[in-house]
């Protein structure tokens, strides 16, 4: 299903009924990384993704995608499917999202759950990177981002989810040059929000990759318990919804029903 938003599309899903869910995608991904989760989600309660600004099936909207535009899109799709309360799973860049969300909305909120992603602000070294990054990605955008999903995974698992890391490097392809460069902009200048989770009244969940080559371990460890947030680790990368599929279905099956 397509939504009209200040004249650009946005492209979203909605299947099930029950309690509302919305699944929240990551940085070169789009609504098709929920797809051997949403149905599983979808037995008991109404699960909406959406292609985020740039990604998937939706368009840009301008040059910078700064993480309260793409909550603003979220909330676009909420509204208009007449959802008043809802619990959030941001997955990477989609954390970072729902916390903006989260930030405005309190209220509607049952419960946020961060897979693989962080309520801290970029260290000044990711800066840099995504600033290197985007350069590179104008003069060769193909191999950036083939190059950029390989490095989401533990070493590991390279060999063992071959075929699944094609079809991730097949979907990220679908990523505009722009949506890339507007996406990483955004989350270059995004701010910490901590407090958002430590003050926050809804249930709350963090899903740490013990091997996570993009978020440090440790300080995911120390995140959840400065912002007094329950977690739970896996034992790979930053995948999870590939590297560890059906302990993420049960965790989450377990967080909906406590929120």
């Known amino acids: ?10 492209y979203y899903t909605d299947q099930g009924k029950g309690t509302a869910i919305i699944l929240i ?3 070169l991904e789009n609504a098709s990384m929920w797809n051997d989760i949403a149905p599983e989600l979808s037995k008991r309660n109404r699960v909406i993704t959406v292609d985020l600004l740039g990604h998937g099936n939706s368009d840009c909207l301008g040059y910078v995608h700064s993480m309260e535009l ?3 899109t979220i909330k676009a799709v909420i509204k208009h499917l007449k959802i008043r309360k809802y619990i959030l799973v941001g997955h990477s860049l989609g954390g970072y999202i729902s916390l903006a969300l989260a930030k405005t909305n ?3 909120i049952k419960g946020l759950c961060l897979v693989n992603s962080t ?11 995504r600033t290197r990054a985007n350069k590179m990605a104008k003069n060769n955008f193909e191999s950036m981002v083939k190059m950029s999903i390989s490095n989401l995974f533990h070493i ?3 060999l063992k989810f071959k075929d699944e890391i094609e079809a991730v490097k097949k979907e990220a392809l679908k990523t505009s040059i722009q949506g890339y460069i507007a996406a990483n902009e955004g989350m270059k200048n995004r701010e910490n929000t901590n407090h958002i989770l430590l003050e926050s009244n809804f249930k709350k969940l963090l899903i740490i990759g013990e091997k996570d080559p993009v978020l440090d371990y440790q300080t995911s460890l120390e995140e959840a318990k400065k912002t007094n947030s329950n977690f739970v680790v896996y034992p ?4 999870s919804h590939i590297e560890n599929t059906l302990e993420l279905i049960a965790t ?5 029903k406590s929120c």
């Open 119 to 129: 309520s801290n602000e970029d260290p000044e070294e990711r800066k840099k990177l």
């Open 156 to 158: 590991k698992n390279l």
């Open 70 to 72: 793409f909550a603003e």
């Open 236 to 239: 790979d990368g930053h995948m």
């Open 252 to 256: 989450l099956k377990k967080f909906i």
């Open 25 to 27: 995608h990551g940085f």
């Open 106 to 108: 309190p209220l509607q």
């Open 1 to 10: 299903m397509v939504l009209a938003y200040k004249n650009v599309d946005i």
